[in-house]
């Protein structure tokens, strides 16, 4: 099993910055690609982020040119540094890792982002 430890939430105000971090802990080497989602009330979880084991990236539109995802390997740690956020980036951030042996997904405990404009 892998467990996810998400930090770095807060509140921010509109054009600022924020970066948060996901720990993964126990059986990491079952772990190949890692990602963020967010989850607003009222709608569906959204992919924002992700990156493979060999550091290819994916963005939503959404999010392109404004948060940038990256890995720390040996730490078993990914991180989102997100610039120019906008009051519809708030959202619950969900940190996510697939297991490459089962092909199922581990999810942190999710991290609250609130952008004020």
């Known amino acids: 099993q892998v467990q996810l430890v998400e930090s770095g939430g807060g509140l921010v105000q509109a054009g600022g910055s924020l970066g948060l971090s996901c720990a993964a802990s126990g059986s990491t080497f079952r772990i190949n690609d890692m990602g963020w989602y967010r989850q607003a009330p009222g709608k569906q979880n959204e992919l924002v982020a992700t990156?493979?084991?060999?550091?290819?990236?994916n963005y939503a539109d959404s999010v392109k040119g404004r948060f940038t995802i990256s890995r720390d390997i040996a730490k078993n740690t990914v991180f989102l540094q997100m610039n120019s956020l906008k009051p519809e980036d708030t959202s619950v951030y969900y940190c996510r890792a697939t297991d490459w042996i089962t092909n199922n997904n581990y999810w942190g405990q999710g991290t609250q982002v609130t952008v004020s404009s």
């Open positions: 990156i493979t084991l060999t550091g290819t990236t």
